[in-house]
């Protein structure tokens, strides 16, 4: 077996009040293709990013050594002059550019600052070829699909000299053909010597391209497995990813005192939805699911599982395209075309990006806060302020956002503090049914208390909501019923009793021939 | 929706005592507000220091009765178009086309009244009609059809000044009929005893101060019933005397002259019924929430679309406003009108604390912006600069206020 071609000792990488890489350390073998496993926001991102310079020396600490040799990049051109290159989940290539251009970008065949079109055209479609792609080197990078795409981001690693390749979750935006043709040009470059990082949750994936596996949780290294070993099961990579201590406290859940045999709050049926742009894609695939008053209900799932494509184009069809199925409230079908007749059916969305699609970071508190209800503290289309300012204010204290007025931009909160503005405002519209996407990432355990708190409450005044996820203990610890999605399924349903950590990553983690 | 589900959720605390807040948290508030208004009181102070050094350079000529009455007259225009550009500004967007709508309206104006001896009242009506339509038009483009507004209104300077040249073949029209021309350099009607001042204008100017004193009472009354914290007594007193002491220095000077121009009038309806719009109402609140955040105003329930489009028919409708004020002043329609004043009303919305990425800007910064603007013109005017240089310096205030700004962002770290 071949020696180390990378050994990562001992990563420490700490973001102001969050330690993202509290003791990773990871060996890959020349020659190998290594995936590393782990739950969202376990430190996998972060950990690509040191090796690759995005976070440059002296920004973490421990060591980084690349054929024997100790590595100190201070950026990306650095670790890519010494062959590591990273393909990152987001595609880094200019769309009404060619292929050869994007493939030679920064890096031209050029002298004295002329390109030497007919060096680059040739070198273009020997690196397609390669690739597998058939594509004139002229084509516009905009007129090819997501899958050749990903594949002329692997031309242009190539074109670098590439000797270890890092993909960050290459197939979660392509369907199976395009993923398939991917993995399979993965093992031809592992037979030209390339080695390969492949970070991916998908565990029939991994079975078909990994040698080994390193697992990641909380920002340290559980353990590396061999693939091929009859060790490594499902199971143990499962148990691996999850098998966190329950170290976050929920509140006492206060019972909803109305009946529960009526019809749901929401019931949407045979829900499917096709990619904005990719439109033959289908992101949500016939899903099915109710959540009543009084109830919280979970919807898990990794990334690309079509959660939040789901809540969104429900809500007022603001997600993809040739959304198709019915929604129904207490029994009726509803019309939600658009996101005013989604508020004015008593149904809200707050959402997993608040930064973008929540909030309006230059303006006040208040205002933001009575956004989604202006005509709540309004007269004749006439706002009053002073009456805007009392609700607002009421929050302020209600939620316990720390700001010295509610005249405070927006911008200027902690993450915290943002999202129970976001909470505040869909509050505010008193809708009855909650759709509340990933309503805790990126705070910290006082406010995310806090808000488990607001929607305990919720949940007792008898609305329904839907809490949609990626960490597993919140929602073992705060729902009544969980859902699970993979690839745009659903894929399980879990009563509170009946689930775990284990159950719900094993749903979580199929694939669709698994589910048929 | 339901709204009793609402009022439970927040269960607003009913905060303790009412009424002034403790000194030290005063004392954070005022500065805090400073701060957040730094670009606005920045522009007022920059404002009153031009004013202060063209009086100087000029030996008080600029601030001669008959100068202030001219440089209203003069700048209205640019300030009707400052206000419909600072909305469209703030929603996101830009109008390169108000100078040729302008001038199509005043074009149109004159081919009512002058060849068809359509009576006055009617041809307003008819040209405030075509302008709004006009807007609209390109407002549908933008909104619906997802055209970008630079593009549509370049478009619509080029279209609308081709209009303007097809309607008066090329030639001055004029004069106007009277009751038009009053729009842009008419007075109000003297009157009553003789005092030498001008009657009406000082009972205006009257009114406009009770007006004011009682609005501002009854607003602090209105807060104190809210529980909300107000201005210490002395300090709202110290806010009322300033007030109506800038009221009473205008009306004197203007009364000293020949009155209020009817202009002014329309202007200062403008600046208050628009000042109103964008700070109360929810139309007005929708055009800050489409400019800051357009993705969050949308998953918010608000009707971009509608939106866009209504600010766009409102631009055309003060373009043609201003067109009407401009042939009106000139007493002819001419195709060179309005050359221009697109510009003049970009640079008075930035000036008056727009930002480029939109959700940010007021209707009252719009006027600043203008008169800082216009003061600028009057002054070296005055002083016999020639056009060549008031365009430098137009050109290097505009660069100023924008990069005092930025400067002053970076500083704070937002």
Request: zero cysteines; hydrophobic letters at 45%; aromatic letters at 4%.
């Given at each position: 077996m071949a020696g180390p071609v990378l050994e990562m000792r001992s990563i420490v990488k700490t973001f102001p009040g969050v330690k993202a890489l509290s003791d990773v350390t990871l060996t890959v073998r020349q020659g190998e293709v290594h995936a590393i496993c782990g739950e969202n926001g376990a430190g996998k991102s972060t950990l690509m990013k040191v090796l690759s310079g995005v976070h440059p020396h002296g920004t973490y600490e421990g060591e980084i050594l690349f054929e024997g040799e100790v590595c100190e990049f201070k950026d990306i051109r650095a670790s890519e002059a010494r062959g590591i290159v990273i393909i990152h989940q987001e595609l880094a290539l200019v769309p009404y550019l060619s292929l050869a251009e994007n493939i030679f970008l920064g890096n031209e065949h050029a002298s004295r600052g002329l390109i030497d079109w007919r060096e680059t055209l040739r070198h273009a479609s020997e690196l397609l070829r390669r690739v597998g792609l058939s594509e004139h080197p002229e084509t516009r990078v905009a007129d090819i699909g997501v899958g050749k795409q990903q594949l002329v981001e692997i031309a242009k690693a190539l074109s670098k000299k590439v000797k270890l390749l890092i993909l960050d979750e290459p197939t979660a935006a392509l369907n199976d053909e395009d993923s398939g043709k991917l993995l399979d040009l993965i093992l031809e470059l592992k037979k030209q010597g390339i080695t390969s990082i492949i970070i991916s949750h998908k565990l029939n994936e991994i079975r078909k391209v990994a040698d080994s596996v390193t697992i990641i949780r909380d920002g340290k290294t559980i353990e590396t497995l061999d693939v091929k070993s009859?060790?490594?099961?499902?199971?143990?990579?499962?148990?691996?990813?999850?098998?966190?201590?329950?170290?976050?406290?929920?509140p006492e859940r206060t019972a909803y005192e109305g009946e529960s045999d009526a019809a749901p709050a929401l019931e949407i049926r045979d829900w499917t939805v096709h990619h904005p742009i990719d439109q033959q894609r289908k992101v949500v695939d016939d899903v099915s699911i109710h959540v009543r008053r009084g109830e919280i209900v979970g919807i898990a799932g990794l990334m690309g599982a079509g959660r939040t494509e789901l809540a969104m184009s429900v809500f007022g069809r603001s997600y993809g395209r040739h959304a198709a199925g019915t929604v129904l409230k207490d029994g009726k079908e509803i019309r939600t075309k658009s996101v005013a007749e989604a508020v004015d059916h008593g149904i809200a969305y707050v959402t997993e990006d608040r930064k973008?699609?929540?909030?309006?970071?230059?303006?006040?508190?208040?205002?933001?806060?009575?956004?989604?209800?202006?005509?709540?503290?309004?007269?004749?289309?006439?706002?009053?302020?002073?009456?805007?300012?009392?609700?607002?204010?009421?929050?302020?204290?209600?939620?316990n956002i720390k700001a010295p007025t509610v005249f405070e931009p927006v911008g200027k909160l902690s993450g915290g503090n943002q999202q129970k503005v976001v909470l505040s405002k869909w509050i505010f519209a008193g809708p009855e049914v909650l759709i509340l996407d990933e309503p805790t990432r990126g705070i910290d355990v006082g406010a995310k208390y806090e808000i488990y708190t607001v929607i305990d409450q919720l949940a007792a005044q008898g609305k329904a909501v839907v809490f949609i996820s990626s960490e597993l203990p919140e929602l073992l610890g705060m729902c009544d019923r969980i859902y699970t999605m993979a690839a745009g399924r659903l894929t399980g349903e879990f009563s509170r009793a009946e689930a775990s950590q284990e159950s719900l990553m094993r749903q979580m983690t199929k694939d669709k021939e698994v589910t048929r | 929706m339901?709204?009793?589900?609402?009022?439970?959720?927040?269960?607003?605390?009913?905060?303790?005592?009412?009424?002034?807040?403790?000194?030290?948290?005063?004392?954070?508030?005022?500065?805090?507000?400073?701060?957040?208004?730094?670009?606005?009181?920045?522009?007022?102070?920059?404002?009153?220091?031009?004013?202060?050094?063209?009086?100087?350079?000029?030996?008080?000529?600029?601030?001669?009765?008959?100068?202030?009455?001219?440089?209203?007259?003069?700048?209205?225009?640019?300030?009707?178009?400052?206000?419909?550009?600072?909305?469209?500004?703030?929603?996101?967007?830009?109008?390169?086309?108000?100078?040729s709508v302008t001038a199509f309206v005043g074009a149109f104006a004159a081919v009512l009244t002058v060849q068809h001896d359509v009576a006055w009242p009617l041809a307003v009506v008819l040209c405030l009609v075509v302008g709004a339509g006009a807007g609209a038009a390109q407002g549908f483009l933008i909104a619906y059809l997802g055209i970008p507004s630079f593009i549509v209104t370049l478009a619509g300077m080029l279209v609308f000044r081709g209009f303007t040249e097809i309607l008066l073949e090329g030639q001055t029209l004029g004069p106007f009929p009277g009751g038009l021309q009053k729009i842009g350099n008419g007075f109000l009607p003297e009157t009553g005893p003789e005092t030498n001042y001008h009657n009406i204008t000082l009972l205006l100017g009257l009114a406009l101060i009770v007006f004011v004193v009682l609005q501002e009472v009854r607003d602090r009354k209105r807060q104190q019933e809210f529980s909300l914290d107000v201005l210490p007594r002395n300090i709202f007193l110290l806010k009322l005397v300033s007030i109506v002491a800038a009221i009473l220095v205008v009306t004197m000077l203007l009364a000293s002259y020949k009155g209020a121009?009817?202009?002014?009038?329309?202007?200062?309806?403008?600046?208050?019924?628009?000042?109103?719009?964008?700070?109360?109402?929810?139309?007005?609140?929708?055009?800050?929430?489409?400019?800051?955040?357009?993705?969050?105003?949308?998953?918010?329930?608000?009707?971009?679309?509608?939106?866009t489009f209504l600010v766009f028919l409102n631009m055309g409708a003060l373009a043609a406003l201003a067109g009407l004020a401009i042939a009106a002043r000139l007493n002819a329609a001419s195709p060179k009108a309005g050359l221009n004043y697109e510009l003049e009303a970009i640079a008075s919305a930035f000036i008056g604390g727009a930002s480029?990425?939109?959700?940010?800007?007021?209707?009252?910064?719009?006027?600043?912006?203008?008169l800082v603007l216009g003061v600028l013109n009057n002054g070296m005017n005055l002083l016999s600069v020639g056009s060549d240089w008031q365009q430098v310096i137009k050109g290097l205030a505009l660069l100023a206020a924008v990069g005092f700004d930025v400067w002053n962002k970076r500083k704070s770290g937002s």
């Open positions: 009859a060790e490594t099961t499902e199971d143990r990579i499962i148990s691996g990813m999850v098998g966190r201590d329950l170290d976050h406290r929920f973008h699609y929540g909030l309006n970071l230059i303006d006040t508190i208040n205002r933001n806060i009575s956004l989604s209800a202006l005509n709540k503290v309004a007269r004749r289309g006439v706002v009053d302020e002073h009456e805007e300012r009392q609700v607002a204010e009421g929050f302020r204290k209600s939620m | 339901s709204t009793d589900v609402t009022a439970k959720t927040p269960a607003p605390a009913p905060p303790g005592k009412s009424g002034s807040a403790s000194g030290e948290n005063l004392l954070q508030l005022m500065l805090d507000g400073l701060r957040r208004n730094m670009r606005q009181y920045g522009m007022l102070i920059a404002l009153g220091l031009i004013v202060a050094l063209f009086a100087v350079w000029t030996d008080g000529d600029l601030l001669l009765p008959r100068n202030v009455s001219n440089l209203v007259l003069q700048n209205s225009y640019v300030l009707i178009l400052a206000i419909g550009m600072m909305l469209v500004i703030i929603a996101g967007h830009i109008d390169l086309s108000v100078g121009p009817i202009v002014l009038l329309i202007l200062g309806g403008l600046v208050v019924g628009y000042g109103y719009l964008m700070r109360n109402s929810i139309f007005g609140r929708h055009i800050y929430a489409i400019g800051g955040n357009l993705p969050a105003a949308k998953l918010s329930g608000v009707k971009d679309k509608k939106v480029m990425s939109g959700g940010v800007g007021t209707v009252l910064g719009a006027i600043i912006g203008g």
